[in-house]
C-alpha cells in the first residue's frame, strides 16, 4: 500500500481521531489517505496556527485520552504551526504535528545554499528546542516506527508535542501490506513504577500533623485518569485546596476548593497559601504569577512538599521542605487520603477559609458600566449542571473568567497558560468541540479575537455548537493598564481611540447568529438560547470602561497584598 495509506492506519489504531489542516502541496497524500480511511476526523481551516489551536485542544477536552494531528505543506504552512506547537510544549499537552517536505532528491542537504525545493525548510531545526521529538523521514523503513515513536512520546512521561517532517516522494512511495499489518498488532501496555512507600509515608505523616494543610493542583496534575477519583477523596477529607491557572481547568466548585491562586487569584486562595502550616504541591512549577516576585515568602508559614514528574522542576523558584519525583497518577492510585490520620484542627481551618472566600469572593467592579464578575458568574449559574467545556483568550478576559467562573462537574475551561498566546480561544474552540463532543463557549476580547477570527467560518461551516462571547472594551486592556500605571499613561498601540470592529456584523457576515449587548442583564437570554438549542453564536459585550482585574497583583508585592486593598 501506499505510505501514506500506512500512516492514516497507524493514526486510527493510537487514537489518533482528530485532524486538522491547511491543505498545501506537499501534504496532499496524507490529506487523501487520511480522508479516505475515514477513521480520523480531518476538519480544513483557514490558519494553520488554527489547525495547531485546534489539534491541541483535542488531548485538552479528553484528558489526554485521544490526541489531535495538526497537519502544514512544507515552508509557510510549517512555521505557521510553530506558535501552537510552543503552546503545546509550555502547557504539557500531547499533540501531533505532520508537515509535508519537498522530495528527497530536492533537499538542500549540506550544500551552502538556503534553498534547494520550492518551500523547502528546515522543519525540525526550527521546532527542536519545543518538541519532545522532531524528525525528519529520509527513508522510507523509518515511517511507521518513527511515527509510532513520536505518538508514544508524546504521551509518555511530561505529555507534549511531536512533529514529523515527511518527503512528498516517500509520502506516495509502496510498502509492503504484510509489513504494514505486522507493524499494526497490538503492543504490550506499559506498567508504572510502583512509587517508594517510605516517601509516601513520610507524606501522609507530615499532613496528618499539619494543623493547616492546603493543596495546590497544578495542571499535571488534573490531566490524569486518576484525578478525578482523588480529588473526591480530597473534597470528603475536609482539607482546603487551590490550584494554578492550568490547574484550574478541571476543577468543579466544591466547597473546599478556594479557586485559583496568585496575581490574579482569589483573595481566600492566597490568603490560604500564606497561612497554612503544611503545603502540598502537585504538578505545579510555581511560576512567578503563582507566587509574586518574592519567593521567598511564598507559603511563609508552611512546609512545602513539591511532587512533579520533571526534577528540574523541582526547587526551582521555590525551595521545598522535601520534594520527589513521581508520577503523579500512580501517586494518586497509591496515597489513599482516607488512610491520613485526621487532626481535629482541620475542620476549623476549612470553616475559616470557607467564611474568608465567602466574604472576599465578591464584585468588585461595582463601578464599571458591566461587570465581568457578573458576566462570568452568570455564566456559571447558567450552565451549572450542563454538559458544556469553556475555552478563554488571553488578556483581562482570561483572568476575569479563571477568578470568577466555577465549573460545574463534568466541565472545563481550556486556558493557553505558558505561552499565553492570543488568538487561542476560536480555533481551540474548534477541536474542543469534536473531540469533547459538547456545546463550548469561548471567551475572548475584542484583540485577542482578531487574530484568529477566519475560523468563525469553520464554526459556521459545520455547525458547531459554540458560542463566542466578545469582550469588547475597545483596547488591549492588560497592557493597556501596565501602561497607565508604569508610563504615565502613554497608551500607544493598546487604545483603539473610538474606533473598533463590529464583531456583531462580523459573526453575522460569516453566517453566524449574533447580537450587541450593553449592560450584563441582558446576558441570560441569549446564553439560555444557546443552551437550549446550542448552535453557531456570538454575542458581543461593549464594555468600554473595563480596562483591569480586580484583585490583581502589582509589581513587586506579596501575594496577599492585591490591590485595591480590602476594605
Not at 195 to 219: E, M
Not at 309 to 324: D, F, T
Not at 335 to 352: R, S, T, Y
Request: charged fraction near 20%.
Amino acid at each position: 500500500m501506499k505510505a501514506s495509506d500506512a500512516v492514516a492506519l497507524v493514526l486510527a489504531q493510537n487514537k489518533v481521531l482528530y485532524g486538522y489542516e491547511l491543505i498545501g502541496g506537499m501534504i496532499t497524500h496524507l490529506v487523501d489517505s487520511i480522508n479516505q480511511l475515514g477513521k480520523t476526523k480531518l476538519v480544513s481551516v483557514h490558519h494553520e496556527q488554527g489547525a495547531a489551536f485546534a489539534a491541541s485542544a483535542v488531548a485538552r477536552a479528553t484528558h489526554h485520552e485521544i490526541l489531535g494531528v495538526a497537519l502544514g505543506t512544507s515552508g509557510p504552512g510549517a512555521t505557521n504551526l510553530i506558535t501552537g506547537i510552543a503552546d503545546c510544549w509550555l502547557d504539557s499537552h500531547p499533540c501531533l504535528f505532520l508537515t509535508g517536505q519537498v522530495n528527497t532528491y530536492e533537499l538542500k542537504g549540506e550544500r551552502n545554499i538556503r534553498q534547494q525545493g520550492f518551500q523547502e525548510l528546515d522543519s525540525v531545526a526550527l521546532v527542536s528546542s519545543i518538541t519532545k521529538y522532531a524528525y525528519q523521514i529520509r527513508h522510507v523503513e523509518e515511517l511507521l516506527p518513527c511515527l509510532q515513536k513520536a505518538i508514544d512520546l508524546a504521551r509518555e512521561g511530561r505529555p507534549g508535542p511531536v512533529l514529523l517532517d515527511i518527503p512528498m516522494d516517500i509520502q506516495r512511495t509502496e510498502i509492503d501490506d504484510a509489513a504494514v499489518s505486522a507493524f499494526l498488532l497490538p503492543r504490550a501496555q506499559q506498567i508504572a513504577a510502583p512509587l517508594q512507600a517510605a516517601d509516601l509515608k513520610t507524606i501522609s505523616n507530615a499532613l496528618a500533623c499539619a494543623r493547616n494543610p492546603l493543596v495546590l493542583l497544578g495542571g499535571g496534575a488534573v490531566n490524569t485518569p486518576n484525578f478525578a477519583h482523588w480529588l473526591n477523596q480530597l473534597e470528603t477529607s475536609g482539607i482546603p485546596y487551590v490550584a494554578s491557572l492550568k490547574g484550574a481547568e478541571k476543577i468543579p466548585a466544591n466547597a473546599n476548593y478556594l479557586g485559583m491562586l496568585g496575581a490574579y487569584g482569589t483573595r481566600a486562595a492566597n490568603h490560604a497559601v500564606q497561612n497554612c502550616d503544611f503545603l502540598l504541591v502537585l504538578g505545579s512549577r510555581l511560576d512567578v504569577r503563582q507566587t509574586g516576585a518574592k519567593p521567598e515568602d511564598f507559603a511563609r508559614k508552611a512546609k512545602i512538599f513539591q511532587i512533579d514528574l520533571m526534577e528540574g522542576q523541582l526547587n526551582n523558584r521555590v525551595k521545598a521542605h522535601a520534594s520527589y519525583v513521581m508520577e503523579l497518577n500512580t501517586f494518586f492510585a497509591d496515597f489513599a487520603l482516607c488512610e491520613v490520620q485526621e487532626n481535629a484542627a482541620w475542620a476549623g481551618w476549612a470553616a475559616d477559609l470557607r467564611a474568608d472566600f465567602d466574604q472576599s469572593f465578591v464584585d468588585e467592579y461595582t463601578d464599571w458600566s458591566v461587570s465581568p464578575f457578573v458576566i462570568c458568574s452568570t455564566l456559571g449559574t447558567l450552565t451549572k449542571g450542563r454538559a458544556v467545556d469553556f475555552v478563554a483568550d488571553v488578556g483581562n478576559n482570561q483572568m476575569w473568567a479563571a477568578h470568577t467562573l466555577r465549573l460545574s462537574q463534568g466541565q472545563s475551561m481550556h486556558h493557553s497558560g505558558g505561552l499565553g498566546t492570543m488568538g487561542f480561544a476560536i480555533p481551540a474552540a474548534i477541536g474542543a468541540c469534536n473531540a469533547g463532543n459538547k456545546p463550548v463557549i469561548v471567551i475572548t476580547g475584542d484583540g485577542g479575537a482578531q487574530l484568529n477570527i477566519q475560523e468563525l467560518d469553520i464554526i459556521a461551516r459545520d455547525q458547531l455548537p459554540v458560542l463566542v462571547i466578545v469582550f469588547n472594551n475597545h483596547s488591549l486592556g492588560m497592557v493597556h493598564g501596565f501602561q497607565e500605571m508604569y508610563f504615565e499613561g502613554r497608551t500607544s498601540s493598546t487604545s483603539w481611540n473610538g474606533y473598533t470592529s463590529r464583531f456583531k456584523e462580523i459573526g453575522e457576515a460569516y453566517g453566524i447568529s449574533a447580537r450587541v449587548i450593553t449592560q450584563a442583564s441582558e446576558l441570560r437570554t441569549p446564553v439560555s438560547e444557546f443552551l437550549e438549542a446550542p448552535r453557531p453564536m456570538l454575542i458581543e459585550i461593549i464594555m468600554p470602561d473595563a480596562r483591569e482585574c480586580r484583585p490583581r497583583l502589582e509589581f513587586g508585592m506579596l501575594i496577599d497584598r492585591q490591590m485595591p486593598k480590602r476594605a
